[in-house]
């Protein structure tokens, strides 16, 4: 787990956004396994995109109003696994579902049916629905009660010891760091 720490509007966000190629990088190269990514073109970049995934701030926010929580998870492995059939998007999802621990009763349920701390569950069952070696986790627990942050926290430690994945996990907390990062960066006006 490495934590990116800093101050509000330090870059942090921007950071993992270019990062996941969801905004285009001003300066500098950005490398996965080897592999620079910044360069490549959406087709090139759709395989390395199973292997890097996004948990964003705000679970409020981060879930289509419109979608039901089978079709939100499924979305993911039918664009980037494109050769699963139907049982086998379905089993995935059944599967990530329990990993989170998520009752199977929602998948057919829109996201404003749960709180926050069940549409943050949800959010990153849908990072870890195409089984990431990466995720960038970009301050997870903000916007939830100090009681479910702990929850989320555990059950973020316990996929990574399970699935032996590398977080990059964004927060301005620096308890959060304490307890959950193995390596820290602190940002301070874009460095």
């Not at 705000?58 to 980037?80: C, G, K, M, Q, W």
Request: hydrophobic residues 40%.
């Amino acid at each position: 787990s490495f934590c990116v720490v800093g101050e509000s509007g330090c870059g942090k966000t921007t950071l993992g956004r270019t990062i996941m190629g969801l905004q285009e990088p001003s300066a500098g190269e950005i490398y996965f396994n080897g592999q620079r990514i910044d360069t490549m073109d959406e087709t090139a970049r759709k395989p390395v995109r199973r292997d890097m995934q996004m948990v964003f701030q705000n679970p409020y926010a981060s879930l289509n109003p419109r979608r039901n929580v089978f079709d939100t998870l499924a979305e993911p492995i039918r664009h980037l696994m494109p050769e699963k059939s139907s049982a086998e998007v379905r089993a995935q999802v059944e599967e990530v579902l329990d990993a989170t621990g998520c009752d199977q009763r929602w998948q057919r349920r829109l996201p404003h049916e749960f709180s926050g701390g069940q549409r943050q569950r949800i959010a990153i069952a849908r990072a870890l629905v195409t089984n990431p070696a990466f995720i960038v986790a970009d301050e997870p627990i903000s916007a939830l009660d100090v009681s479910i942050q702990a929850q989320i926290l555990n059950l973020m430690n316990d996929l990574q010891a399970e699935r032996g994945m590398t977080y990059l996990f964004i927060t301005h907390d620096l308890s959060v760091v304490e307890n959950f990062g193995t390596r820290v960066a602190v940002m301070s006006l874009g460095r």
